[in-house]
């Protein structure tokens, strides 16, 4: 993280705070690797909260390098012209991924809104705060798309997917993932938009013992899968995807969609691709979401890769 880097930073993100967006923004994104000296590290614009995060450990003399033009830049006109209030840096590679506040105060609770709709984040206490910023497009794509349709949403986090849906107009929506506090938060979410929760359904489950579960709820007009890359116990995604694409077409209504998600660098979109031809033959590759521009990457095949397919048979 040499000084010529900081500089960069530090411009991009008097640039991007002036004018602040108007709902919440990736506002740099060094894991793109587009520039050197700063790939271990993202900053967020939280609306009022800048949140910028640190994925490997730096030497003590660049983070206190870091830390003087983070605070340089709360000193700066267009941090005061934004509105923000508090300037937050996540130590991402320490267990637990603590938080330090370096002005302002941790915000007991966070809204952020996305395309009009409303979220709420957990700031300082987990490693992920509730909405990956990435998949922006994505939810947008369901919202726009989701008008009477049944969806189904695997690996649901907090229901980010399901919220859009619902917006949309989606008939109803269910919800699986195994982490209940996720799912709990989930339906804050919703309540947050003003949703019919009667039209919503939430599943505390493993996804591989609960197909029983997933079928008799079916069968769907779309289904989500925007797996992790690993969870201890329960997916690894070279290994058990495979395994989901292959109940899709038990699931899936005639003409049905699939958006279909990976987010790990080092796998591309063919992984997908024929994955699904092996297994699901029936489902055929439409096309790939674009990422939002404020990810850019220095690998196009290394950023998010959020692919539609559509059943044929």
């Known amino acids: 993280m040499h000084a010529d880097a900081l500089v960069i930073l530090q411009q991009h993100l008097l640039g991007g705070l002036d004018p602040a967006p108007g709902e919440t923004r990736r506002l740099f994104h060094g894991r793109g690797r587009c520039w050197q000296g700063l ?10 909260v800048v949140l910028v995060a640190l994925f490997r450990e730096p030497a003590a003399a660049d983070l206190h390098a870091l830390k003087q033009t983070l605070m340089a830049l709360a000193g700066s006109p267009a941090w005061q012209r934004s509105g923000a209030h508090a300037l937050l840096l996540q130590h991402r590679y320490q267990p637990d991924s603590p938080t330090e506040t370096l002005l302002g105060e941790l915000p007991a609770e966070c809204l952020i809104s996305e395309n009009g709709l409303r979220y709420r984040l957990d700031l300082g206490s987990k490693q992920n705060n509730g909405l990956f910023l990435d998949m922006r497009y994505g939810r947008r794509w369901v919202q726009e798309n989701a008008r009477g349709k049944r969806v189904l949403n695997l690996f649901a986090y907090t229901c980010g997917f399901s919220v859009a849906a619902i917006a949309g107009g989606a008939a109803h929506v269910v919800n699986l993932d195994m982490a209940r506090a996720a799912l709990t938060r989930g339906r804050e979410n919703h309540r947050l938009n003003q949703h019919d929760l009667s039209r919503v359904s939430f599943l505390g489950h493993e996804l591989f013992k609960s197909w029983g579960k997933v079928r008799k709820l079916g069968p769907y007009d779309l289904i989500i899968i925007d797996p992790p890359s690993f969870q201890k116990g329960s997916f690894a995604l070279t290994s058990d995807y495979q395994k989901i694409l292959r109940r899709l077409p038990e699931l899936l209504t005639p003409h049905g969609q699939v958006l279909a998600c990976v987010n790990d660098p080092d796998i ?5 691709i024929e994955g699904m031809a092996t297994e699901a033959p029936q489902l055929c590759f439409e096309r790939r979401l674009e990422n939002p521009p404020e990810f850019p990457d220095v690998n196009p095949d290394s950023g998010l890769k959020a692919l539609l397919f559509v059943r044929e048979d």
């Open 268 to 272: 591309g979109p063919q992984f997908l």
């Open 39 to 48: 790939e271990q590290l993202t900053v967020d614009w939280l609306q009022g």
